[in-house]
């Protein structure tokens, strides 16, 4: 049957959305996470409105089964918010797309790699911090992902390590005065002064009574 320019355009989006649905869900089911044909259709409607808030053009099937298969396994989502997580993530990403291009550019996969990074550490699973968290920081969690893979483990030790690394310098010189020292004999005068001190505090803690402090013992 013929159809219209209009219900040829419905019919392919509609194709479009089947399968980007089905793909999603593949990718996710073993997590207990899936999309209705009514929520991923209204995920690329809002992937339209976040393409024109930045003025951008994109052919192909988008991002959303790759942030899907990149979340899915946050242990900040679940059913109740996974349209939203989805959504929410979509946006950002495409905001943060179009600054990266303006600086150098930064790949897809990167991108929602650093988001996913990011929003199960500094932004510990909240929408809104994700969202206002800079390129420069986004860029900073991909070099953490891609120097090995990121875990709250990982990103602790490396915390632990920047603080350790900041008492470098001080424990430098402590270790270069004791190794130049701990060989050295003392001079006369320190042993005389030292043995003289030591020698005092044994005089006034006894007397000839075998007093201790002063205090005579029963």
């Known amino acids: 049957m013929w159809l219209g320019g209009i219900s040829l ?5 509609g194709t479009s959305v089947r399968d980007e649905l ?6 996710t089911v073993a997590h207990g996470l899936s999309l209705t044909e009514e929520q991923a259709a209204g995920l690329t409607a809002r992937r339209r409105e976040a393409l024109a808030a930045t003025g951008r053009v994109e ?3 988008g991002v959303l089964r790759d942030i899907a298969q990149g979340f899915c396994d946050s242990p900040h989502v679940r059913q109740e918010n996974y349209e939203e997580t989805l959504a929410a993530v979509q946006d ?8 990266a291009e303006a600086c150098g550019g930064m790949a897809d996969d990167e991108l929602i790699e650093a988001l996913r990074a990011a929003f199960d550490g500094q932004a510990n699973g909240s929408l809104d911090a994700l969202d ?8 900073q969690w991909a070099k953490q992902k891609q120097a090995g893979d990121y875990d709250e483990t990982t990103q602790r030790e490396a915390e632990e390590e920047q603080d350790f690394d ?10 270069r005065v004791y190794e130049t020292g701990r060989d050295q004999r003392p001079s006369n005068e320190f042993a005389a002064s030292y043995y003289d001190g030591y020698n005092e505090l044994y005089r006034v803690g006894f007397d000839a009574n075998s007093r201790i402090g002063g205090s005579s013992l029963s």
């Open 9 to 13: 355009a419905r019919a392919l989006l």
């Open 22 to 27: 089905a793909a999603c869900n593949a990718a």
């Open 59 to 61: 052919f192909g099937r």
């Open 92 to 99: 950002t990403f495409y905001r943060r797309k179009e600054e």
């Open 132 to 139: 206002d968290i800079s390129l420069p920081a986004l860029q």
């Open 166 to 175: 900041e008492y470098e310098p001080l424990r430098d010189e402590l270790d």
